[in-house]
């Protein structure tokens, strides 16, 4: 199913492509998260975030025989495909590249900011930003892809929902108890994908660096990814080069492609030979 989805994902993608989520705001609306207890916000999560979830799980296991689980395979490709998301994000820093050929700094700045979600200081350097879009595009591949893919493998399409609701639930009220709760969720993938990376990556440099943060439960997801591809592809800013500094974009986003292609063939050998 997970292979089907992907197949399907590549032949429909839209640049810019958007969730529609005005659904799961308009349910959110009715409640004031920031106002209430813990108890009144994990209420609320449970409502919004677990119960969905709970019931795709039931709706999906309750769907037997030939034509249910037909039924119930068309269900988890649709859900899944959402989940993923249609959004072509390969294309998504184009604009960045080509302020960035010409100089424009500035606009590369904007340009990042705008579609790579970048947290950066617009007086940064060449040097500082090149490193901020690089951390934002390895991490915009494993909140887009991995760390759904990885949640599926686990728990299913069931999983994998409320891994993106979690997400969307923090976005809109920002309590630290959920940022928690995702630190949790993210963990076990990056380190997973820090290690994948090592093994399509430059191993001799990478994996000192994903051994390092195997048992760190302090380090984010973006640092313990970051370091691993730093390893693979390490920039110094002595010397920088902005020219060819385009060169290693193209490289980070070939790096998280490769490793893409190295879960879905782990994931297809376990189909294979053990039945997954």
């Known amino acids: ?29 009715p409640f004031n998260v920031m106002e ?25 296991s309750g769907l037997t025989g030939l034509i249910g689980t037909s039924i119930g395979l068309v269900i988890q490709v649709v859900v899944f495909l959402y989940v993923l998301g249609r959004d072509d994000f ?6 960045y590249k ?3 050929e010409r100089e424009d700094y500035q606009g590369a700045y904007h340009c990042a900011q705008q579609f790579l979600n970048l947290q950066a200081q617009q007086d940064e350097g060449p040097f500082e930003l090149h490193q901020s879009v ?26 994998a929902l409320a891994c993106l609701l979690t997400y969307w639930f923090y976005r809109e009220n920002k309590l630290p108890w959920v940022k928690s709760l995702l630190g949790a969720l993210e963990w076990m993938p990056a380190r997973i994908l820090a290690l994948s990376m090592a093994f399509t990556g430059n191993f001799v440099s990478s994996f000192p660096a994903v051994l390092k943060f195997a048992t760190d439960f302090q380090s984010n997801s973006k640092t313990v990814l970051f370091q691993a ?6 920039m110094p800013k002595e010397g920088f080069d902005c020219t060819s500094a385009q060169k290693t974009l193209e490289a980070d986003n070939q790096l998280m492609l490769r490793c893409a292609i190295l879960w879905l063939l782990v994931v297809a050998c376990l189909t294979v030979f053990a039945g997954f």
């Open 36 to 60: 209430m207890g813990f108890q009144g916000q994990l209420f609320v999560f449970f409502l919004l975030v677990l119960l969905p979830s709970l019931i795709l799980f039931v709706v999906v």
């Open 90 to 95: 390969s294309q998504r820093f184009d604009a």
């Open 98 to 100: 080509t302020c960035w």
């Open 134 to 159: 690089r951390q934002s595009i390895v991490y915009a591949w494993f909140i887009r892809f991995f760390v759904f893919v990885f949640w599926f493998l686990v728990l299913g399409i069931s999983g």
């Open 229 to 234: 591809c730093l390893a693979e592809t390490q």
């Open 1 to 29: 199913m997970l292979l089907i989805t992907v197949l399907l994902q590549k032949q429909i993608k839209v640049q810019g492509y958007k969730r529609n989520k005005k659904w799961f705001k308009s349910l959110l609306s």
